[in-house]
């Protein structure tokens, strides 16, 4: 005798070798052996033999019409075998009992199941809601199908032409286009961004990474909605003084400017003026909430998305040619001995006469010409004024950061600019460490160093960088931002707040709003300002920018490393010159980047190499290279200055460690080509041109303090 019983939710058939009470022991057509209950027993039969009757009875549930069985089957609860009698007669076979079982079971859709051989027919309407719901998916399969072999063929859509951003980004991967996106490249053995690539389903992979960023950051778009300036006290006084700035030629968000004033016995009053976007801008209202959900601008090589609106940049950037609403520095030193005598800080306007570039200057403002005295150039004399209280403001932080056991800053010499018109991309070099940079970055170190006392000395809170060494005082350091005044070792000063950036930075645009409640209440100024001390909410910024400001650093690494490669596939040759860095790691010479070169072989630091380009993918942005032959090798030093040169290139290798990274923030307040923000200056200014690149393919998490 044989048996069709259920099993686990399936349904089998075999051979009964025995029968104990309510139990068969059964032998199924593969040779295993199972106990079968009576009770999941459906179907006793003779003939035909257990494998023959699954095979019959499924070919025969094949050819059942369901539409037909449905209208058959009783309004109740039903055993399947009055239904096989109904359908079949009263004399159906084992096979055509089993079929039906078996299409009732495969059919939930018309029949469900009430229990072992039991069934109910669904009710009407909701079988043709059911029906239809089939028939969509039906047609969304073959769509799926269709889209799939298209893209296979290296077709794009119809459908998918616009979308390929979004799937690639932030998909729903439930959508036929997704389905069929994902299959395709399975199916051809690549990524899907590769396969949208080859299809033309994206320009570009430029575009691709700039999506996956505004996905992630910008989900709803870089615009900003309508919003009005805010009125500026009327009351706000108008400085005597003209003042002019130093910027790159692409600057637009101009935060900084400068004036002399020369007074009696050999003294003069030197201003750092700030622009001041928070005299217009109060905490909480409409501009408050968009600058602190972007944090900070974001630069990329060839674009940027500002952190304020355009008409807040224009009312108070400092442009040449006006009266600027400024928070100003004002430093009385001594030009003999370059001491600053007395500092105050005032709310005013400021007139800002000409806005200085470095393109137009860097050639004629040059050591040389300033201890000449010759050349022509817009503020002559004022920078002369500047020059030497530079380099001794220079000084007197590396007397403190020897104090902290740390050697001289080493500052690079090249810089590169990045200009993009469109796909193409040039990279041109800039001299890096010229008398305007050390100029603006030591006075912007001043003032955001003196500012920090400020509010110190007020009990006001603000937003500090700090370093501090772990044991030793030569040991790795830590920089961090915090509430409170602390030493920044690398910097040689005894507090830092981030203060003369707040057009492009939230945290400088809290600290003024801070460094206004001081100049403006004095005494009461903890009891004024917007921030009270242990404000959570301070906390919270300190928190959010710090994140989101290391994201924006990342991308604008990522992407500069990108536009790197881009340059060399638009060369017309594939050979290269760089130079040993340490190991297999070498820095190219035309460009800023730095790569890892496999079975370079042992070479000294600084042999020049000539290195073949194989590959690039732009995509997983990467690069291979092969060295062809040795160029020429260094000139061997020994004593003293070899030690010098050894510690000058392992900061270059340890571009990521954090005494190095804090060592720069020197240049991070000069005034590095827009997009150059000062957490990347920060990070690359004791190394040689753009290290970090190399260190954020390697490890991005540590190419930034």
Avoid at 398 to 423: I, K, P
Wanted: hydrophobic residues 40%; contains cysteine; charged residues 25%.
């Amino acid at each position: 005798m044989n048996v069709f019983f259920e099993e686990s939710g399936s349904f089998k058939a075999g051979s009964v070798l025995s029968r104990q009470g309510d139990a068969f022991q059964v032998e199924l057509p593969g040779g295993r052996r199972a106990k079968v209950r009576a009770k999941d027993v459906l179907i006793e039969f003779e003939k035909p033999a257990a494998g023959e009757l699954m095979e019959q009875a499924d070919a025969a549930a094949q050819e059942i019409d369901l539409d037909f069985l449905w209208e058959c089957a009783p309004a109740d609860e039903f055993a399947f075998t009055a239904l096989a009698a109904e359908y079949f007669g009263e004399h159906q076979s084992a096979v055509e009992r089993a079929a039906l079982v078996l299409c009732l079971h495969g059919s939930p859709v018309y029949f469900r199941r009430k229990g072992r051989g039991q069934y109910q027919r669904a009710p009407e309407e909701q079988l043709k809601m059911a029906l239809a719901s089939l028939e969509r998916k039906r047609q969304q399969a073959l769509v799926q199908a269709g889209f799939e072999e298209e893209l296979k063929a290296g077709k794009l859509p119809e459908a998918l032409k616009g979308k390929a951003l979004g799937l690639l980004t932030k998909p729903d991967k439930n959508t036929i286009e997704y389905k069929a996106l994902e299959a395709a490249a399975a199916a051809r053995g690549i990524s899907m961004p590769r396969l949208m690539l080859e299809c033309g389903g994206i320009a570009s992979p430029r575009a691709l990474h700039e999506a996956r960023f505004l996905a992630e950051f910008f989900p709803h778009g870089t615009g900003f909605p309508a919003v009005a300036v805010g009125t500026l006290p009327e009351d706000l006084p108008e400085a005597q003084v003209e003042a002019f700035s130093i910027d790159d030629v692409t600057t637009t968000e101009i935060d900084d400017a400068f004036s002399i004033e020369h007074l009696a016995d050999g003294r003069v009053r030197i201003g750092i003026h700030i622009a001041a976007p928070a005299l217009g801008i109060q905490r909480g209202d409409m501009a408050d909430t968009i600058a602190r959900t972007r944090l900070s601008t974001v630069y990329m090589p060839g674009d940027k998305i500002t952190m304020l609106p355009d008409d807040f940049v224009d009312a108070f950037t400092l442009k040449e040619g006006g009266v600027r609403p400024a928070l100003s520095l004002y430093c009385i030193v001594n030009r003999e001995t370059q001491d600053i005598v007395a500092t105050e800080t005032r709310a005013e306007r400021v007139f800002v006469k000409n806005n200085l570039r470095h393109n137009t200057l860097d050639e004629l403002v040059t050591e040389a010409t300033l201890a000449a005295g010759s050349g022509e150039y817009p503020h002559k004399d004022d920078i002369a004024v500047l020059w030497p209280f530079a380099q001794a403001l220079f000084e007197k932080r590396q007397q403190a950061r020897a104090g902290y056991g740390l050697r001289r800053e080493v500052q690079r010499n090249t810089d590169f600019n990045f200009y993009v018109d469109g796909e193409h991309v040039t990279i041109t070099p800039r001299r890096r460490g010229s008398p305007l940079d050390l100029i603006v970055a030591e006075l912007a170190i001043l003032a955001n160093s003196t500012w920090g006392a400020f509010l110190h000395d007020h009990g006001v809170p603000g937003i500090y960088r700090s370093q501090r060494a772990f044991g030793a005082p030569s040991g790795p350091k830590r920089t961090r931002m915090q509430t409170s005044a602390a030493p920044h070792e690398g910097l040689g000063v005894a507090q830092y707040a981030w203060s003369t950036s707040p057009l492009r930075r939230y945290v400088d645009l809290v600290n003024q709003w801070q460094l206004l409640a001081c100049v403006e209440h004095g005494v009461a100024a903890k009891l004024a300002a917007p921030f009270k001390p242990k404000d959570a909410d301070l906390f919270a910024v300190v928190q959010g920018f710090d994140e989101t400001y290391t994201a924006y650093a990342d991308y604008q690494r990522r992407m500069e490393y990108f536009w790197c490669l881009r340059w060399l596939q638009q060369e017309d040759r594939r050979e290269f010159a760089a130079t040993v860095v340490k190991d297999d790691l070498v820095r190219f010479e035309e460009v800023p980047l730095i790569m890892h070169v496999p079975a370079l072989g042992v070479h000294a630091r600084g042999t020049r190499v000539l290195l073949e380009v194989m590959s690039i993918d732009e995509l997983t942005i990467e690069a291979s290279v092969r060295m062809l032959r040795v160029l020429d090798a260094p000139v061997v030093t020994s004593g003293a200055e070899a030690q010098e040169e050894e510690g000058d290139e392992e900061e270059l290798i340890e571009a990521a460690d954090a005494s190095a990274q804090s060592e720069a923030e020197a240049l991070a307040e000069s005034d590095a080509p827009e997009g150059a923000d000062d957490a990347t200056a920060e990070a690359e200014a004791p190394v040689e041109p753009n290290a970090q690149q190399a260190q954020h393919v390697q490890h991005a998490a540590e190419t930034r303090e």
